[in-house]
Structures are given as C-alpha cells and as structure tokens.
C-alpha cells in the first residue's frame, strides 16, 4: 500500500522559508514513471499545483509560474523524501499543503496524496 | 492558461437522488483529460475520476464521468449519505494542472 507521510513546521514568520519533507512507503522517489509534486489549498486561491520533482534517467523538476522565483523541490533518495522550500513567505502563502504522487500509466493526475500539513504565516 | 469554471456552486439533494455536476473549460482539453476528486472536511481530495471517463481504483460504480472539448460531467447515480462532499474537476491535458473551484454537493 502507498503512502505519503507529511512533516514540518505549522508555523511560518513572514519573511522565512516554508519547509516541508514527504516521505514515501510502497513506491519510490527515484521511480521512472511517476513524478513527485506539492499542491496547496486555501480558501482564497483554491487548490493549486506548485511543483514537482522527478526522475527519468536524471532528475527534473518543474514549477508553477505564481511561486517559480521562492520554490525549490528536491528529492532524497537515502530517506526516499522529497521536500518543498518556498522562501520569502507572506500571509498569503497561508494554506493547507499538500504531497501527491502522479502516477504511472495515467497522465497528471494525483492519485496517493499526503494527510496535509496547515501552514500560517504569522508573526 | 485554460480556465475552469464548475457549476452549481452547491447542489443540495436528497440520498438517493441523481447528482450532476458541470465543469466548463475555457478552451478545448487536451484528449479530453479531465478528472474529478473528491474531498471531505478535514481529508486530502480523492481521485475518482480520470480521462474522462474512467474511474479510478477501488470507486464505486455510482460515479460516472462524460464530457468531450469544454464541457464535462460527474454524474452520481443514486447518492449515498458518504458522498456528501465538494468535488473538483482538474485539467489533467498539460502540466499547468489547473483545478476548478469545486461544487459541494450537501444533504437538503
């Protein structure tokens, strides 16, 4: 059975770097056919695909454009982890964050998804 | 960028009456790839549908899922008291992976 087990911090202070770890059971970061990605959810912005990581002979990663400038994505295949940083948070970053896996056979869709860490940025 | 609208906002039924959910894209879905989740307070989203017709693992018959260039439909059978929740439709055709803003479906 896959899962997705979220970490990290709950509380941010404006200005600082949200990070956040996934670690996988059932499956693996360095798997060939799916990818590895964040998603946030609030209540102002809906639910919102922020990045993803990846491995196809080598790693890649993607970002979506609104957070391509704070974010990293970065896999740890010791831990079998991958983790999200978005730096120079601000009350806006506010939001439920979640890990999904993209699955193999099937096209960008999210089929495993982490339990979901609440993130507020506050001072 | 394609957009996604969903409609209604709320839907309030009855168990066992037939649900009907919309979602409209502002341009034409790549193959059709469209899905829809699930989600319930407190619970990520579920996958219930991809593609836009087949449903995925383990998902009941009762959900159903039609639709072809902008137009798309989740259809629910005959709702059960656990599928009380708010359903979105995502476009799964190109890696923007663009959700619309949800429908919630609540017992009237």
């Known amino acids: 059975q896959i899962q997705l087990q979220q970490s990290g911090p709950g509380l941010v202070k404006p200005s600082q770097t949200l990070s956040l770890t996934c670690t996988i059971s059932?499956?693996?970061?360095?798997?060939?056919?799916?990818?590895w990605n964040w998603i946030r959810q609030s209540p102002s912005r809906g639910l919102e695909w922020l990045g993803r990581?990846?491995?196809?002979?080598?790693?890649?990663?993607n970002y979506a454009v609104s957070v391509r400038s704070r974010i990293t994505v970065n896999p740890d295949t010791s831990k079998n982890q991958f983790s999200l940083h978005l730096n120079s948070v601000t009350p806006e970053d506010t939001a439920v964050y979640y890990c999904?896996?993209?699955?193999?056979?099937?096209?960008?869709?999210?089929?495993?998804w982490g339990q979901g860490t609440v993130v507020t940025v506050s001072s | 960028e394609i957009a996604l609208t969903q409609s209604p906002g709320t839907l309030s039924l009855s168990p066992g009456e037939r649900a009907t959910l919309s979602c409209r894209a502002s341009?034409?879905?790549?193959?059709?790839?469209l899905a829809w989740y699930q989600q319930k307070p407190g619970q990520a989203p579920r996958l219930l549908i991809y593609?836009?017709?087949t449903r995925a693992i383990g998902v009941p018959d009762r959900f159903s899922g039609s639709g072809s260039g902008t137009d798309f439909t989740l259809t629910i059978s005959r709702l059960e008291p656990e599928d009380f929740a708010v359903y979105y439709c995502?476009?799964?055709?190109?890696?923007?992976?663009?959700f619309g803003p949800g429908t919630k479906v609540e017992i009237k």
């Open positions: 999904a896996r993209d699955p193999p056979q099937v096209h960008s869709v999210f089929d495993i």
């Open positions: 059932g499956d693996s970061v360095s798997s060939n056919t799916a990818t």
């Open positions: 990581t990846y491995y196809r002979s080598k790693w890649y990663t």
């Open positions: 341009q034409t879905i790549n193959n059709n790839y």
């Open positions: 593609g836009p017709s």
């Open positions: 995502q476009d799964h055709g190109d890696v923007l992976f663009t």
